[in-house]
T-cell receptor, first 114, second 115 residues
Framework: AQSVAQPEDQVNVAEGNPLTVKCTYS??????LFWYVQYPNRGLQFLLK??????LVKGSYGFEAEFNKSQTSFHLKKPSALVSDSALYFC????????????FGKGTTLSVSS | NAGVMQNPRHLVRRRGQEARLRCSPM?????VYWYRQLPEEGLKFMVY????????ESGMPKERFSAEFPKEGPSILRIQQVVRGDSAAYFC?????????????FGPGTRLTVL
């Protein structure tokens, strides 16, 4: 069965410092991996996805994520955090099968202090 | 191009009443997914629909919940005889082709409160 783990409920970083939000996954076959961000009382916004190819994926708002097959991880990163990055971040996985839904992690709250 | 629309944004029901949540996908999208977000939890898949068809309802509770996506009009998630445990945020997402590589575009959600 597919699953996603986000081991940290909350990540705190100072503005200007690099940030990492961790995600590990379990899926049979090749995974399709996604990161979404949710601001308070809003829907989820797509940040980036890994389908195939280069392990480093670049996305919206300066975020990137690195796919590591041996560690089954897909950590979200940003070189320099902004206060406006403070939000709830979700990692999600999908199997290579049409119609299957996204399986989400529980989410990690990112708090960036000024 | 308008995004995914959901209404109402907030819905209050008393126990035993019915709740109807509506979702209009992005223009050109014919694949709709419903998710439920309980407090302190991530999103849980409920049902996947294509126009006039339910493709996957494996995440849907067996009783009281139903969904449809008619040929014309929005997708509807219907909850009959609501209970307090149904209080949650319900999100709809759409995608153009239903491919596993597609990102899904989410609506703002309907926050259901059951008194």
């Amino acid at each position: 069965a597919q699953s996603v783990a986000q081991p940290e409920d909350q990540v705190n970083v100072a503005e200007g410092n690099p940030l990492t939000v961790k995600c590990t996954y379990s899926v049979s076959g090749n995974p399709y991996l996604f990161w979404y961000v949710q601001y308070p009382n809003r829907g989820l916004q797509f940040l980036l996805k890994y389908i195939t190819g280069d392990n480093l994926v670049k996305g919206s708002y300066g975020f990137e994520a690195e796919f590591n097959k041996s560690q089954t991880s897909f950590h979200l990163k940003k070189p320099s955090a902004l206060v406006s990055d403070s939000a709830l971040y979700f990692c999600a996985v999908r199997e290579n099968q049409a119609g299957t839904a996204l399986i989400f992690g529980k989410g990690t709250t990112l708090s960036v202090s000024s | 191009n308008a995004g995914v629309m959901q209404n109402p944004r907030h819905l209050v029901r008393r126990r035993g009443q019915e709740a109807r949540l509506r979702c209009s996908p992005m223009k050109g999208h014919s694949h709709v997914y419903w998710y439920r977000q309980l407090p302190e939890e991530g999103l849980k898949f409920m049902v996947y629909l294509q126009k006039e068809n339910i493709i996957d309802e494996s995440g849907m509770p067996k009783e009281r919940f139903s969904a449809e996506f008619p040929k014309e009009g929005p997708s509807i998630l219907r909850i009959q005889q609501v209970v307090r445990g149904d209080s949650a945020a319900y999100f709809c997402a759409s995608s153009p082709l239903g491919l596993p590589t597609d990102e899904q575009f989410f609506g703002p959600g309907t926050r259901l409160t059951v008194l």
